[in-house]
Structure formats: C-alpha cells, structure tokens
C-alpha cells in the first residue's frame, strides 16, 4: 500500500524514522511524506533527513497535501504528527482533503474512508444537492433547480433519499401527487409526506423516492437503495438527473456538479472543522437559506458567508431565503396555516401569504413536526375554510385528515426561492450549476450538452 505520511517538527528525526519503519514493517510503502510544521527538534536551516522524498507545508498544508496525492498517487495518508503541530480542526480538513480525492486517512486510532459512491448513469449528467443537516432547504432548492431544468426541456428525473423512504424505489409520475393519494397512503400505514413527494407535487416532474439510513461524519449512510432508484430513472434517459440527499447524508452515487445547501443558522464550525469541508469540497455551489432567520442572527451570517466565500469564492455562494407559496389561489379564503419554521419564521410567513396572496391567516402553527403539539394547535384554531400547509411531517397524517374531516379545503405551500438583499441574483447561480453538470456530463459520456 503506497502512503503518503505526514510528519511534525515536534518529534526528533531519529524517532520519526522509526515511525515510519514501523509503516514499512506492517506493509506500507512509504513514497513520500509531507512536514506539516514544528520546528522545536529540527535544524532551523533544512528539512530533516527521513530517508523519503519530504516537502514542507506548514503554510497552505491542504493545497500541499492536494498537490502531492495529484503527484505520488498514494492509497493512503498516514499521519505520524501530533498535536499541536496539527491540532483537532487542522487534522480534520486535512482528511476531508483526502476524502475529497478519494483517498483514506489514518492516524494512530482513526481511519477515515472516502464515502462509496457508485458511477453515475452513462449518458445522464447528474447534479447533486446536499446539506449540513436536516431541515436545510434541501428540497425547496432542489425543486428549484428541477424547474428550471424542466423548463430547458431536459425532462429531469428527481431522485430523492430519506429516513422515511420506501422500502423499494417508488416512482411518482408528474401530477401524480394528489391529496387522496397522500390519504391513501396514510390508510395503507405509509409516510405521506418523504421528500420524493413533495418534489412531484411541487415541481411538476417525475420523482423517484429512496430511503437510507445513518449517516457517517463524512456522510455516508449506513443503508441506502439510492443505486437502485439511480438505474430505474436512467432507464427513462432524462436530460438531467437530479440527486437530493437527505440531512447531511450525501447521495450513494458520484455526481457531475453539486450544490452544498446550509441554513443561515447553521455554526460556522459545521462548515469550517469537524469533516465540515469535505463537503464544501464536493460542492460547485453553497446556498446558504433562510438567511432572514431572527435566529442565530445577522452576525453569525456574516461569519458563516465569509467564510463559505473564502473556501469557494464570490461567485460560488448564493445566499436566499424562502417564501410560502400556495399552490392553488387561495385569495379572500380563511386559512390555518402550518409549516416547520421556526415561530418567528412562521409569523412573518404567514404575514407574508395574507400580504402577496390575499389570504386571511387566522390561525398559524410551527409544530408541524410535532404531532402532538400540531393537534393541539389545529383543534385551538378559530373557524377557517382552507388549510395552508407544508407537506412534510406531519401534513398528512394530522393536518390534513383533521382538515378533511371538518370539510376545510386542504391547499399545500412550496417553499420558493428569493435573494436575500445584498446578494446575487439566484438566476445565473443555480442555472450555471446546471449548464456545469451538463457540461461535465457531456464530456463524461460524449453524449449532447441538451436534448431539445
């Protein structure tokens, strides 16, 4: 096994070259190593002789590490360092490095593997969205880019992984998403609000849903049938395939491009330590959403663009935030309205609907993902004649057959994007996200850029 080491000045020489023989002794190949700083026990004037090709790289180490698995090709990165040459968050985006380009890391008690990702689809470009955890806006911005690629006559097929997914790959044909098909599958005793559903009712396109389960530090689940549904949307030759992963689980399957999607209060840290940077090192895009959330506020924003655009560029970081949209008018109607939003969020939602679409909000509820508090919610609303609702969680199972049972109209809401103010527009970000992954796509496979 060919490795590539990564070595401290804070070790004496003679003892890093027994670590490293130490290596050679459990059938390592030691091709070259990287001094990643430290100096306490090393001549101040020359790199230490270890017996391997060695290259400093106290500054910029994970452009140096990039370098050298571009250059020596290892299967491996070994790290014989220590800290505090290499502390908690340096180790961790040194591995996300080496993930990125599908190489394992490992130290004394660790080993970090490369997720598995199985080959994306011959003759199909593929664009993956993935988040740093639930409730991102994976799907709102998913659906976004479904639209758009619809509306290029790419008939793009969505597929769609999540803890609540079938068994086996469903397909959901475009229109097909009614609400007494959602009641059906609640009588049948099935989730009736999985993310593949809402992407049909929503977009307008073929929808295929997956399930996994778990999900690794880099994002890997445990679980997952994401191959499957992948062979069965191939099979109808979409002009784009659109891979939605599922909290911070990435998709089972390599991609073409990939949008990074992270909610304005998302901690600096989940993006910037821990494996944070693998997937901003997976990523062509990161959306940040939400970002008029009240909570954790302007500041933590500002930190958290910063940093995205310091790690991808300007032209990279797409910051929007989200309006309810209902999909059928409802103007001059009474409406409760529920959604998964925080409170604050929901209340200016809920202004938002009675403002640009002409509804009358009389009661709200942000417990839509909490059943129990959601029926408590509905049965303390005054008399309204529509229900306003997300489809997720508890949409079906709760708030639409009490809605349906009372005879009130039921009405889902999608979750549009808009720029936040000071940012780009979202147009050319996420439609070069797409010409991107064609354009990848077409040089993978030779096929045509476009089918129209």
Same mark, same amino acid.
């Given at each position: 096994?060919?490795?590539?080491?990564?070595?401290?000045?804070?070790?004496?020489?003679?003892?890093?070259?027994?670590?490293?023989?130490?290596?050679?002794?459990?059938?390592?190949?030691?091709? $070259? $190593?990287?001094?990643?700083? !430290? %100096?306490?026990?090393?001549?101040?004037?020359?790199?230490?002789?270890?017996?391997?090709?060695?290259?400093?790289?106290? /500054?910029?180490?994970? /452009?140096?590490?990039?370098?050298?698995?571009?250059?020596?090709?290892?299967?491996?990165? *070994?790290?014989?360092?220590?800290?505090?040459? *290499?502390?908690?968050?340096?180790?961790?985006?040194?591995?996300?490095?080496?993930?990125?380009?599908?190489?394992?890391?490992?130290?004394?008690?660790?080993? =970090?593997?490369?997720?598995?990702?199985?080959?994306?689809?011959?003759?199909?470009?593929?664009?993956?969205?993935?988040?740093?955890?639930?409730?991102?806006?994976?799907?709102?911005?998913?659906?976004?880019?479904?639209?758009?690629?619809?509306?290029?006559?790419?008939?793009?097929?969505?597929?769609?992984?999540?803890?609540?997914?079938?068994?086996?790959?469903?397909?959901?044909? &475009? !229109?097909?998403?009614?609400?007494?098909?959602?009641?059906? *599958?609640?009588?049948?005793?099935?989730?009736?609000?999985?993310?593949?559903?809402? /992407?049909? @009712?929503?977009?307008?396109?073929?929808?295929?849903?997956?399930?996994?389960? !778990?999900?690794?530090?880099?994002?890997?689940?445990?679980? #997952?049938?994401?191959?499957?549904?992948?062979?069965?949307?191939?099979?109808?030759?979409?002009?784009?395939?659109?891979?939605?992963?599922?909290?911070? &689980?990435?998709?089972?399957?390599?991609?073409?491009?990939?949008? @990074?999607?992270?909610?304005?209060?998302?901690?600096?840290?989940?993006?910037? $330590?821990?494996?944070?940077?693998?997937?901003?090192?997976?990523?062509?895009?990161?959306?940040?959403?939400?970002?008029? %959330?009240?909570?954790?506020?302007?500041?933590?924003?500002?930190? *958290?663009?910063?940093?995205?655009?310091? &790690?991808?560029?300007?032209?990279?970081?797409?910051?929007?935030? =989200?309006?309810?949209?209902?999909?059928?008018?409802?103007?001059?109607?009474?409406?409760?309205?529920?959604?998964?939003?925080? %409170?604050?969020?929901?209340?200016?939602?809920?202004?938002?609907?009675?403002?640009?679409?002409?509804?009358?909000?009389?009661?709200? %509820?942000?417990?839509?993902?909490?059943?129990?508090?959601?029926?408590?919610?509905?049965?303390? &609303?005054?008399?309204?004649?529509?229900?306003?609702?997300?489809?997720?969680?508890?949409?079906? /199972?709760?708030?639409?057959?009490?809605?349906? +049972?009372?005879?009130?109209?039921?009405?889902?809401?999608?979750?549009?994007?808009?720029?936040?103010?000071?940012?780009?527009?979202?147009? +050319?970000?996420?439609?070069?996200?797409? $010409?991107?992954?064609?354009?990848?796509?077409?040089?993978?496979?030779? #096929?045509?850029?476009?089918?129209?």
């Amino acid at each position: 096994m060919r490795a590539i080491v990564l070595v401290d000045g804070e070790h004496y020489p003679p003892v890093t070259r027994w670590a490293l023989d130490v290596a050679r002794a459990r059938g390592i190949e030691v091709v $070259g $190593g990287l001094l990643v700083g !430290g %100096s306490e026990k090393l001549d101040a004037w020359e790199l230490p002789d270890l017996g391997i090709p060695l290259r400093a790289a106290a /500054d910029e180490r994970a /452009d140096a590490l990039r370098a050298a698995i571009g250059e020596w090709t290892p299967d491996l990165i *070994l790290d014989v360092s220590d800290e505090p040459v *290499l502390g908690y968050r340096e180790r961790m985006e040194l591995a996300a490095v080496a993930l990125a380009m599908g190489v394992p890391y490992e130290g004394a008690d660790f080993r =970090f593997e490369p997720p598995p990702a199985a080959p994306p689809p011959a003759a199909t470009p593929t664009l993956a969205v993935f988040g740093t955890g639930k409730r991102t806006g994976k799907t709102a911005i998913a659906g976004e880019l479904a639209r758009r690629a619809a509306r290029r006559d790419l008939a793009p097929v969505v597929i769609a992984m999540g803890r609540g997914g079938p068994p086996a790959p469903l397909v959901a044909e &475009a !229109g097909s998403v009614t609400l007494e098909a959602l009641l059906a *599958l609640v009588r049948a005793g099935e989730h009736a609000a999985s993310d593949y559903l809402e /992407d049909a @009712l929503t977009t307008g396109v073929t929808t295929i849903g997956a399930r996994r389960a !778990g999900g690794g530090l880099a994002g890997a689940p445990f679980a #997952s049938n994401v191959e499957e549904a992948v062979a069965i949307a191939a099979a109808r030759r979409p002009g784009l395939l659109v891979l939605e992963g599922s909290g911070s &689980a990435l998709p089972t399957v390599a991609w073409d491009a990939g949008v @990074l999607v992270v909610p304005a209060t998302c901690p600096v840290e989940y993006v910037a $330590g821990y494996l944070g940077p693998y997937r901003l090192l997976r990523a062509d895009l990161a959306v940040v959403t939400m970002a008029s %959330s009240p909570v954790p506020g302007s500041e933590n924003l500002s930190h *958290l663009t910063a940093h995205l655009r310091r &790690a991808l560029g300007d032209a990279r970081v797409l910051v929007t935030d =989200f309006i309810p949209m209902p999909l059928t008018d409802v103007r001059g109607r009474d409406a409760f309205f529920a959604t998964t939003a925080p %409170s604050a969020v929901a209340a200016r939602q809920a202004a938002h609907l009675e403002a640009a679409h002409g509804v009358r909000v009389a009661a709200w %509820s942000a417990r839509l993902a909490d059943r129990a508090g959601l029926a408590e919610d509905l049965e303390a &609303a005054p008399d309204h004649d529509v229900l306003l609702t997300e489809l997720k969680a508890a949409a079906v /199972d709760v708030a639409a057959r009490h809605a349906v +049972a009372r005879g009130v109209e039921v009405v889902f809401v999608d979750n549009r994007v808009v720029t936040f103010e000071g940012a780009m527009e979202p147009d +050319a970000a996420l439609e070069d996200a797409i $010409g991107l992954a064609i354009a990848r796509g077409t040089t993978r496979n030779g #096929s045509p850029a476009e089918r129209n």
